[in-house]
């Protein structure tokens, strides 16, 4: 099972769901399958050490911290499909140039709806070139009995059924983008082809709405500077958001050199040992992989509020997935995410804590100063917690606890 796979799976709820002990039980074997450990590592550095962590471990809670105070500035923000958004907004406008009855063509593109879906099946058994056929014939205004079809569906909205079941089926919307050509400037369904170059997309609808040209046109500049500022209404609402998450990030490696450097504040911080084999429930309810991707995921302008919001009834298959995702650069990391929405006021850090998992161990960083491991070692109040010191190993770029002796050294 891959990262993915393993969201696929677990994020696929819906937001009322209500996981029973079936379901936990589940998610526990396929995490401890995919992790293959249950001993998990935190790299903090010595002032969050000093904040949050040493309180933390005495107290047996872990501090969640809001994603906008993440390093990486690609974190919990989605991309945005500006293609999309402005091939939207550009449609929208082409689409008051249009006859009514033709208006659906652009309706249809972004609602394909189950009732169009079923409806439309009637067409399954039509070849794609009989259908393109009586789509020109219809369009010339003959009437539909001559297709046999007016019995299954109602000629006032034969164009609707049939518009939806050809932009909605790849082959047959292949077909019409490349035979439906008796004028090259006449032919709409290459719009919703993603085998047409995006240029042309747009050349068509200029020279649609009379534009003369798509580069040049005031009109068009006015579409360019709207999509710049609807993307950072976006991105500043998806910020404030985040706020009401809480993110605990954790790694199967204490010995990663770049976790050290990026994490253990260029190792003189520490990094703490989990044991998560005996967390409740809860933990394992929220407690995902990170997914190292490509690119970002995107959103479209269908998915986003007017505030600039996401619309998370039409982002559900995205919902949580966008705070999971990283670059692929960041793949080293291997790291699992703990997530929580934060009931109450997000600014209180008392509600930013949840129960920690069982500390065993805290590893001191190479170039973490004596002062502080003496503090921190006063500090904790279970005396199970074991201190390692690590150390450089003499042959390899590696560290390792630092325990000398003649069985530690390869002699090669």
């Known amino acids: 099972m891959t990262n993915k796979e393993f969201n696929d799976k677990y994020l696929k709820q819906s937001p009322n769901f209500e996981p029973d002990s079936s379901f936990v039980f589940e998610k526990k074997k396929d995490i401890k399958k995919l992790l293959g450990t249950n001993i998990l590592y935190r790299y903090i550095s010595i002032p969050g050490a000093k904040k949050y962590g040493i309180q933390g471990i005495n107290d047996k809670k872990i501090y969640m911290t809001n994603p906008n105070d993440f390093n990486d500035p690609f974190e919990c923000v989605t991309g945005f499909d500006a293609k999309s958004a402005l091939l939207k907004q550009i449609l929208t406008t082409y689409k008051t140039t249009l006859e009514p009855r033709k208006r659906c063509l652009i309706d249809e593109y972004y609602q394909w709806s189950d009732n169009f879906r079923e409806k439309s099946t009637v067409f399954n058994t039509i070849s794609d070139n009989d259908l393109l056929k009586i789509y020109q014939r219809y369009n010339k205004g003959l009437d539909l009995n001559q297709f046999g079809l007016n019995d299954l569906i109602s000629d006032d909205d034969f164009d609707l059924y049939l518009i939806s079941y050809v932009i909605n089926n790849k082959s047959t919307l292949d077909y019409f983008v490349k035979h439906n050509t008796k004028t090259k400037n006449d032919n709409p369904f290459i719009l919703f082809s993603d085998e047409i170059p995006f240029k042309t997309k747009l050349k068509f ?9 798509y580069k040049s046109d005031d009109r068009f500049k006015e579409f360019i500077s709207g999509l710049l500022k609807d993307n950072a209404m976006r991105e500043k609402q998806f910020r404030e958001d985040n706020a009401n998450y809480g993110i605990c990030c954790f790694t199967p490696d204490w010995d990663n050199l770049l976790m050290w450097a990026h994490y253990g504040d260029s190792h ?48 559900t298959h995205k919902n ?12 080293y990391e291997k790291e699992w995410r703990n997530i929580i929405y934060i009931d109450g006021d997000p600014k209180n850090d008392e509600n930013r804590k949840i129960k920690s998992p069982i500390v065993k161990a805290i590893y001191f960083g190479i170039n973490c100063k004596e002062s502080d491991k003496k503090y921190i070692k006063e500090k904790i109040t279970d005396p199970r917690i074991k ?26």
Not at 205 to 213: E, T
Not at 397 to 411: H, R
């Open 205 to 213: 609808l200029f020279f649609k709405m009379g534009y003369k040209s």
């Open 387 to 412: 201190f390692y010191d690590l150390r450089t190993n003499i042959k390899d770029y590696k560290i390792e606890k630092d325990i000398f002796g003649i069985d530690n050294i390869e002699l090669k």
């Open 268 to 315: 003189s911080g520490i990094c703490i040992e989990y044991d998560i084999s005996n967390c409740d429930d809860e933990f394992y309810i929220n407690f995902f992989p990170v997914e190292y991707v490509p690119n970002r995921i995107s959103i479209n302008s269908d998915e986003i509020n007017d505030d600039g919001s996401p619309n998370q009834l039409k982002m």
């Open 320 to 331: 949580f997935r966008y705070l999971l995702c990283k670059s692929t650069e960041w793949e």
